[in-house]
């Protein structure tokens, strides 16, 4: 069964530029979460949804952040005019059923240094 | 022990040795997860202890949970090389995996 896949695996933009996370859950989970995870801390949760539908977004960082899921599968989290202190890894989780448990499943992230 | 705005804490034994990692939390839960992280990957779920149990055990792995103070501790039994990651203990206060991380241990197992 493949995992949770993202892309691109590392990004280094200056302040400013603008950035893209893409995110491929496991093939039937409809929950899909958002998490920053600063360096030397724990992931934190920006955002999540249920198929297409945002559930909670109220700890994206400000109006530069921004997370789609159209079609229910595949996600994208943008930053807009990125600043130093975005600097962290981002990951991307499914939810699903397995062997009747429901878990998280976790992305190799996305790292991010913002010069 | 972990938890909130703290910077990883870092733990260091031998091949062969026990070694238990606490979790004090703050928000109410009925369950708390464990998880470890490797190097350049995603964290993954290795123990989940509800509020029911004061005791889950998987492999060599001991999960506790007290309720009453808020805690909880991850033991490893006859620690290997292989266990040498970074375990984090997250709750889940709304009962929808809305994960909240503490700031995790980062063990280290010396041959």
């Known amino acids: 069964e493949a995992g949770v896949t993202q892309s691109p695996r590392y990004a280094v933009l200056q302040e400013g530029q603008a950035v893209s996370f893409w995110c491929d859950p496991i093939?039937?989970?409809?929950?899909l979460y958002w998490y920053q995870q600063p360096r030397d801390q724990g992931p934190q949760l920006l955002v999540y949804f249920r198929d297409e539908a945002v559930i909670d977004n109220s700890q994206l960082p400000s109006d530069r952040f921004s997370a789609v899921r159209p079609k229910g599968t595949n996600s994208t989290l943008k930053i807009q005019s990125a600043k130093q202190g975005d600097t962290a890894t981002y990951l991307c989780a499914s939810r699903g059923d397995r062997g009747g448990q429901d878990t998280q499943y976790f992305g190799p992230g996305t790292r991010l240094l913002v010069l | 022990s972990q938890w909130g705005e703290e910077n990883l804490q870092a733990l260091s034994i031998q091949e062969g040795e026990d070694v238990t990692m606490n979790c004090s939390y703050k928000t109410y839960t009925t369950v708390v997860h464990w998880y470890r992280q490797d190097s350049g990957r995603g964290p993954a779920l290795i123990i989940l202890i509800r509020s029911n149990e004061r005791e889950k055990r998987s492999g060599r792995l001991r999960a506790t949970l007290d309720t009453s103070s808020q805690s909880s501790s991850l033991s490893i039994t006859a620690a290997q090389c292989e266990d040498t990651a970074v375990y984090f203990c997250a709750t889940d206060p709304s009962g929808s995996w809305q994960l909240i991380f503490g700031s995790g241990t980062q063990l280290t197992v010396m041959p």
């Open positions: 093939s039937g989970h409809d929950t």
